[in-house]
């Protein structure tokens, strides 16, 4: 009861006309630049991050929540009618969706792409409420060991599970790691990796970082491999749902939901799982088996729902832990450290009517995309005829123009260049962005972690595995580490079989 007492004062707080307004802006704005091709929540929000210069951390947070699910829901749509997901959980949907449209039920897709969206982040929203308290009050009791070891295990499996390619993972952390140390040291105020420029004696500041990796380098991408071919928008009309579209959505609706959430409140959980996931599950049991592969509305309802919890169970390690386990929630920490709010176990307790507030905007957000973007469905499609050359144009101003505005320095202006020229690297070379962007704000926090670790044990390397807990999460390391190797090798060894078997 205190919990929705709580949640309660939160939407006191958020439900003034001029945050109603502020919501409401974010939403289509959110909607505006995630409908368009290529364009995924993280670059979104990073684009659109100096648009919250100026206002005060109440409504700065109510323009994340819109921009964040307003972002979301434009991935969809590209998804549909475009078949070019934002973003790679949204490649589950795409997959029915996109058949969905081309035989006249884009209308359909749509429709359930929202009301799945806005079904799984509601009660995936009310679920934030739930547990992070619950969280947070445990994580107050963590040592600086157990909390270097929880960083630790999150760039592990970050980089070495989740990913294609662990040896790119690691290159890609290392170079987030190697970008966080740029600066003074923050205990003997020695200056490292600065050569000899005074601008980089404060370090690099992650919106910079952000808007350059994804932003610029997004649109350096695409203008390489920019081919003047006219896109093909299939048309679509006021999205609706009939009886039995209603009939078949509900039930992967809810199993989405439940499969999304535990993914994304899990660090390093994303939501490419539990979308392929739900997409499996949905086809396993269905009535209509034989529509999938050319147009079951299931396939949409099932992943978009599990896309949307996920994103919103991601708010449960980065608001307690000062954890972001997604590309999307390391560029929303970088906003809240940006009002020099750090996320963490204090974070409930010392901003309480902050977070709450952030929690009710995202209830907020999420009813405003529903209400508002469905019947723009049609305008937002004629959005992707606008061509790239002027879109991406467009892009590059305000990526600029967002990273001279957060220190109005000139200097900001070249290191985003460098940074757009590194995401363009990383996007050649087919290196993972998240564990770079998680290096880079993870690094110094787990150095500090480290630091205090060692003091507390006059400096002796034991006193990283002083704690159980601790000695616990170095366990699951070790083995995150060594059994995708062993099952990589037993499914070698079992294919050498297989072969000599077919070969007698």
Known sequence: METLGLLADGLANAV???????????????????????????????????????????????????????????????????????????????????KMAKAGRGAQALATAA?????????????????????????????????????????VLVTAVLGSSKLRGFIALAIGLTIGLVGLDQSTAQPRLTFGFLPLADGIDIVVVAVGLFALGEALWIAAHLRRVPVEVIPVGQPFLGKEDWKRSWGPWLRGTALGFPFGAVPAGGAETPTFLSYVTERKIS???EEFGSGAIEGVAG??????????????????????????????????????????????????????????????????LLFINLPLAPLWAKLLRIPR???????????????????????????????????????????????????????????VKLREALDLSSGKVSGLFSEPLAIGIYAMVALALVVPIALDQHDQRRRRLLSAIAGD
């Open 16 to 98: 003034t006309l001029q945050n109603l307004m502020v919501a409401m802006i974010a939403v289509l704005l959110g909607t505006f630049v995630g409908v368009l091709p290529g364009i995924g929540p993280a670059m979104a929000i990073a684009l659109l991050l100096p648009l919250t210069y100026g206002l005060e951390p109440t409504q700065a947070f109510i323009m994340f929540a819109g921009l964040y699910y307003g972002a979301m829901y434009g991935g969809s749509t590209t998804s549909i009618l475009l078949n070019t997901p934002g973003e790679s959980s949204s490649v589950m949907t795409a997959i029915e969706g996109n």
């Open 389 to 447: 050359p002027q879109l991406y144009a467009g892009i590059l101003f305000f990526a600029s123009l967002g990273a001279y505005t957060v220190n109005r320095s000139s200097f900001d202006l070249l290191l985003l260049l460098a940074f757009g020229l590194l995401g363009y690297a990383v996007r050649r070379f087919g290196l993972p962005v998240l564990p770079l962007i998680l290096g880079v704000i993870l690094g110094p926090m787990m150095e």
């Open 287 to 289: 009535k209509h088996k």
């Open 115 to 155: 009301v799945g969206s806005f079904i799984a982040g509601t009660i995936g929203t009310l679920c934030v409420a739930f547990f992070t308290p619950f969280l947070a009050t445990q994580a107050v009791k963590i040592g600086a060991p157990s909390y270097f070891a929880i960083m630790l295990l999150s760039m």
């Open 303 to 368: 992943p978009e729902a599990a896309n949307n919890a996920s994103a919103a169970g991601m708010f449960v390690p980065l608001l307690a832990l000062g954890l972001p386990v997604t590309a999307t929630a390391a560029v929303i920490l970088a906003a809240m450290r940006s009002y020099g709010i750090q996320p963490g176990p204090t974070l409930m307790s010392e901003q309480a009517d902050l977070i709450w507030t952030l929690l009710a905007s995202l209830l907020i957000g999420n009813t405003l």
